[in-house]
């Protein structure tokens, strides 16, 4: 018994070395910048039924080849109705006439050529735009002025994003003839956010958009005035009913059980108006750049790791296509995860909550620690928009949380470029995911299903 | 002799008494905040030639009569080919299609109705551009890529606009068909900085635009791997050859010596892409309340405190109209100042060298000094650009240096606005301001003419 304790107790030693190592290479390995670099740089811009879209996937597959990836995969997958966004603008016309800077919501139907006039009338909450009557919002621009704060981190990102999801329709069912939006991000910039909207059934489409920070003050300073605010809003759009979108995907196979997938990405498709660099080019170099550091460890890690580049976040798909394609592998993906919060800094790891029981997490943590992050005690109840259809099918999740108080001033925003990267937090990044795909790897450690 | 000493002695700590009143009135008035956020808010924009303008005008002179300003007056000029801008655009054609942050430069011809497309010429600084040969820009769009850095504050502004105002010409002399600028300016964001340009009358006149930072670090990554890139500009625009501007006057008369001037102001004027926060609401606003601050002291000060609020700046004019007009006046105007660099806080004041001699100022430099404000040893060799054919005719100027570091980031962008603003900062501001105008207007301060 003491020399298998022993001989354990060595393994894990040799494990945890190997960690360590795999994590300090990857602080100082210049790969995932120069994949984000080249992913901002080469590709551009890449919606979901453009060409950049496109030249994202030529570009994975190119760079999965010359990295060493192996059974690199293009899954394609129908995107129905793609959104491609045209020519916008908004001007206040009363009282008096001045540009306001606005972005369509994706989805969102287009005005008629000379735009949609009238009367705002501005609300301050989600809840209080359902509290309205019927009727009180006839013939009127509803403007939901609520603040995303950036102290709310990700928890305010999402009660901002129900508004902008949900919030046309009920304003709609109440008689307003277009919807705005303060925007779901936090920009001093007069930068609108943009992101996803949805029709409910029962209520006339109308057209949506966000409307950036400081026009929104600019409406709130001019209502609070007392006095008939105005605006004139032109959205174009148009729809492709069916367009092709990929998952693209390599692997390094594991030395010893190769069927088991521990399976890591960021995707590849970002919304029009950016190169997309934290949203989510970062992701994609954080996670290809780490799955290599992993599999380049002393030894080759046990088990497969598999990075998928999603092709379809912005405006979902991608999760569907993949799980549906996947169904009869779900029980051999070991974990998912997904980086999608730009390059701010990892400081915090949740998976299972009885994986943690687990001495190979307990390594994995202590790895982790100089890194400055800890061990969530919460189970990861989500672990990413893309890896949500695998969740749901049972594949248990782990989450490496980041720093959001910079992302969100320029998430789905013109501002989202390389030069808003940290590359010392990027750095970090990589070096958490190499360490954590190394261990989940090369262990034994079984996570128990997703637990509450 | 010691009575008269004395007596002096008192009635100069009665003069700093009541400056330090001023000063910390200021610092809990609300009126200049009050004001700036009516400008930004009842006005917006307001480039001359516009109707933003008209009401701007209105705006100076409403605001002057309630505020009890005296002889309010609003002296007309001409001003000859005022520049409005059209619709503008710029797209990346190679290596692929994308859209570029631009903004057309003020007095840039339009393109024609497609634009110019051509291949870029990437060029490092204003020396650079000069010392390329004959022909060497053949058939190119020459992108002037010098780095402003806010570390080199407002030295490197100037050094950054010469580039800005002689660049296009410098180019088309030596074959340039379009010309463009990386910022004058420091936002991270894809924001260009507009600003004034000219042409020199050698040479083509070829349209002119600056490009957001982010989207010059793309030219410049593109340009370092050696492939051709190119790109279109559209830029289209409208001169009003003849116009007019207004510089808005009011003054709080002298109780001794009325026909004695301490003039001060603002520019009314700004670009038509923001609500001109910084450039010039605060120095409006900065200085309007101020003078009203120091002609509330206990006692009414001995000479005039006038406000001129200019009406042509950004692109020139009111300065050239105020000297003309207020010739005979020069003599009677005690000195001049000017606040247009937003509400950056105040670190230093200048004026002519040998004004420090005059104990006055000594007692100034004292009630300034708790607002963070040193003594500038060197002379003020410049005092704003409204107040410069002034003092080119003989009238010495006081000079507030302000922190430049967050000035630069909206200047001439579409994010000068209303929430970038720091109060307390706005309110030092005033503070200095007012104590500097009592002291100016109560003392018999005499201020050489510039001296060197």
């Known amino acids: 018994l003491l020399a298998f304790v022993a001989s354990t107790a060595s393994a894990d030693g040799a494990m945890r070395a190997a960690a360590e190592d795999v994590r300090e290479r990857a602080l100082a390995d210049p790969l995932a910048w120069e994949l984000l670099e080249s992913l901002t740089t080469d590709v551009g811009p890449r919606p979901v039924g453009s060409a950049g879209m496109e030249r994202a996937k030529e570009w994975a597959v190119a760079r999965f080849q ?114 705005m939006l303060r925007s779901a991000g936090t920009s001093s910039g007069r930068r609108a956010h943009t992101g996803v909207m949805r029709y409910a059934e029962s209520a006339p489409r109308i057209p949506a958009a966000a409307i950036a920070n400081p026009d929104a003050d600019l409406l709130e300073r001019l209502v609070a005035r007392g006095i008939a605010v105005r605006l004139r809003l032109r959205l174009a759009s148009r729809l492709l009913p069916s367009t092709t979108a990929w998952n693209v995907s390599g692997v390094f196979r594991g030395r010893e059980d190769p069927d088991a997938v521990i399976l890591v990405g960021g995707h590849l498709d970002s919304w029009d108006n950016s190169e997309g660099a934290a949203d989510d080019a970062a992701g994609v170099a954080i996670t290809m750049a780490a799955a290599r550091l992993a599999a380049q460890a002393r030894v080759r890690p046990r088990r497969t790791i598999r990075v998928v580049l999603w092709g379809s976040e912005e405006t979902s798909g991608s999760s569907e296509a993949y799980a549906e394609r996947h169904r009869d592998e779900i029980a051999h993906i070991v974990i998912a995860g997904e980086s999608d919060l730009g390059a701010g800094r990892v400081y915090k790891i949740a998976t299972s909550k009885c994986a943690w029981s687990d001495p190979h997490l307990q390594t994995l943590t202590a790895v982790l620690a100089p890194l400055g992050i800890q061990q969530d005690p919460v189970a990861a109840d989500f672990g990413g928009v893309d890896i949500e259809h695998l969740r749901k099918a049972g594949v248990p999740v782990v989450r490496l949380s980041q720093d959001p108080r910079e992302y969100f001033d320029v998430h789905h925003t013109a501002d989202d470029t390389l030069n808003r990267i940290n590359r010392r937090a990027l750095d970090q990044n990589v070096a958490a995911w190499a360490a954590l795909l190394y261990v989940f790897a090369e262990s034994g450690v079984d996570i128990c299903s997703h637990d509450d």
Do not use: C, H
């Not at 959104?83 to 972005?103: C, D, F, I």
């Not at 009180?136 to 950036?150: E, M, P, Q, T, Y």
């Not at 928890?155 to 901002?160: D, K, S, V, W």
């Open 66 to 179: 010359v990295l060493g990836f192996e059974n690199i995969s293009i899954e394609s997958f129908e995107k129905k109705d793609a959104w491609l966004r045209g020519p916008e603008s908004a001007q206040l016309t009363a009282p008096y006439s001045r540009e306001l800077a606005v972005l369509g919501l994706g989805n969102s139907v287009p005005t008629i050529q000379e735009g949609v006039e009238a009367e705002i009338a501005l609300i301050g909450s989600l809840a209080e735009l359902r509290a309205m009557p019927e009727g009180s919002l006839a013939g009127r621009i509803a403007v939901l002025n609520w603040r995303f704060d950036s102290a709310q981190g990700e928890a305010g990102y999402r009660a901002a994003s129900d508004g902008r999801r949900d919030g046309a329709s009920i304003a709609a069912a109440k008689g307003a003839i277009g919807f």
